[in-house]
């Protein structure tokens, strides 16, 4: 099993759509918490960050920890055509290197 | 937020010339440095964690006589690709973090072309 599950997608929805991505892990000392968005031939950008388990909002975007549940998820709200991307979601425990989900698709369609 | 910077974007070379890429820290100082390797449609792979001063620690599998990794300052590693051959070709970014809690930042990635 993979530390990290993230359903690869593709995942399309009209423009002004939510957009609700997730991510599963295994490991239960997993603290850092992270959400990347690359364009296609860019590197990843970093959208949210979360330490231990809560909400947090910024803008349109909101990341939610369970670390109970081992879940976490990634809100976009009123969707748009430019938030066309692979998302990943990425953990690490203190000190060690992140691990990476294997990113989902999303196309929003005007 | 931070900035990490790479050089170049875009480099394409003969079989058996080696390839450095630079990977700086513009505005903080990264206390470890991470280098990537991705194919097309697939996610980021691990190759090596560099630590400023130390050497570098490669993942299962990557050759570190091939793919040498220098952390010589808290804004700059560079990885070289020696001896590149056409398998080596690929995208391969870089990622910069300050101590240990996890925010990590990225580079824009450099594509290796070997022909």
């Known amino acids: 099993q993979k530390e990290v599950e993230q359903d690869p997608g593709p995942l399309s929805v009209p423009e002004g759509a939510i957009v609700s991505l997730n991510c599963t892990y295994s490991?239960?000392?997993?603290?850092?918490f992270m959400w990347y968005r690359q364009y296609s031939r860019k590197g990843p950008e970093l959208l949210m960050y979360?330490?231990?388990?809560g909400n947090k909002e910024d803008g349109r975007f909101t990341a939610q920890v369970d670390k109970s549940s081992k879940y976490i998820s990634l809100f976009i709200r009123d969707s748009q055509p430019s938030d066309s991307a692979t998302y990943l979601c990425?953990?690490?425990?203190?000190?060690?290197?992140?691990?990476f989900g294997k990113g989902t698709s999303l196309l929003v369609t005007p | 937020g931070a900035v990490v910077s790479q050089h170049p974007s875009r480099v394409i070379c003969k079989s058996g010339t080696s390839v450095k890429i630079e990977c700086r820290s513009l505005?903080?100082?990264?206390?470890?440095m991470f280098w990537y390797r991705q194919f097309p449609k697939q996610s980021l792979m691990l190759m090596a964690t560099?630590?400023?001063?130390?050497?570098?620690?490669?993942e299962q599998g990557v050759e570190k006589d091939k793919f040498l990794i220098n952390h010589a300052s808290l804004t700059l590693s560079t990885l070289t690709v020696a001896s590149a051959h056409p398998e080596d070709s690929s995208f391969y970014i870089c990622?910069?973090?300050?101590?240990?809690?996890?925010?990590?930042?990225f580079g824009p990635g450099t594509r290796l072309t070997v022909t």
């Open positions: 990622s910069a973090r300050t101590g240990g809690r996890g925010e990590q930042y």
């Open positions: 490991n239960s000392a997993f603290q850092y």
């Open positions: 979360t330490y231990s388990s």
């Open positions: 990425a953990m690490s425990a203190e000190g060690y290197a992140l691990n």
């Open positions: 505005d903080f100082q990264a206390t470890t």
């Open positions: 560099s630590n400023e001063g130390s050497k570098a620690t490669y």
